[in-house]
């Protein structure tokens, strides 16, 4: 079986499965696109924006994260997805400290903290700032960070990009409800541009300490929140004369708060994780489950009415011989029957336990803070 947890960070979903002792397999350490397409289904699956897996460090870090998309592709970095990483990972360890964890991801070393409010704050590293690293291939503007204009539906948008170890690219724009945010969104997303594609965030300042976003992410659409994106947006906001160098950034999933001291070194986010359910994933939803038994199996688990014998074969008991062949397969069956009842009944058991020892942990946790 392969047990999993599902957490949000402001309505941006995760499904989060513990390798850290390196007992998962490779199908699942390095996940077919196509099943991550399926787990993250909200209707044929599980459903999710992405799914992020804890496992061993390869250096100095305390874990890895790997997290891909819910279009099956891997990401560089995700704010949400680190902090519901940090949550998940102290609850699971049954840990209520605000020690840091150094977590190696595809954009360098994060380090998030749990705050004894409950919030998680995360050092998120330095933003990039030359095209080549974001990458794009928009010139560096008088701003100081790559700027252009784009020409979408007759209107001329003016963005600028930034990088947090994964592409985002700001627009500014006076109104978030009356642009056509689904066609910028995607046409902004794969634009030559961006080689690597990018997130798209449409910006509305309300004030130099208040910014408001909506949030397209590259490889899942719109979102409810990115903590990425909102880093970068607050970035460029800097950059661009319109904040200052701590806002608050609201989301359609609620606020973050962001911060970059000294508009130099890193970016601070603080902002919520919270566990939603725990579950495992049955065995038509593993990875390649159909692809590890052979032909006659796998008739089997779409028929299970089917016998499981030949029926043109005897039967040879310890205690008798039965010579009744109809007899034979009548035994048989019940046996079938009832070692099926039992095995679903001992894993159902085994599942009720674990997941009652994680939900008891939760609670556990929940009424000491």
Known sequence: MLQFSKYQGLGNDFLLIDGRQGQLPERVRFPDPAWVRLICNR????????????????????????IFNADGSEAEMCGNGIRCLARFVADVDGNTTCDYSRVETLAGIIQPALLNDGQIRVDMGSPYLDPQSIPTTLPCGPSGLPQGEFSMDGTTLK?????????????????????????????????????????????????PDQLEIRVWERGAGPTLACGTGACATLVAACLLGLSGEQAEVRLPGGPLNISWPGRSGSVFMIGPAQAVFDGVMTPALMPGFLED???????????????????????????SQQSDRGTNVEVFNRKEQSFISSSVNSFAKLTNDSLAQSTQTQFEKDGQS
Do not use: Y
């Open 43 to 66: 209707r044929f699956g599980v459903g999710a924006d992405g799914l992020i897996l804890a496992l061993p460090p390869q250096s100095e870090a305390d874990l890895s994260m790997k």
């Open 159 to 207: 963005v600028a990009a930034v990088g947090m170890g994964n592409p985002h690219v700001v627009v500014p724009v006076n109104d978030l409800n009356s642009i056509p945010f689904e066609n910028w969104g995607h046409s902004l997303e794969q634009n030559p541009a961006f080689p690597a594609k990018t997130n798209v965030h449409f910006l509305k300042v309300n004030g």
């Open 293 to 319: 038994v052979s032909d006659e199996k796998q008739s089997k688990v779409v028929d299970v009415q089917q016998p499981m014998i030949n029926i043109d074969t005897p039967i040879i008991c310890k205690a």
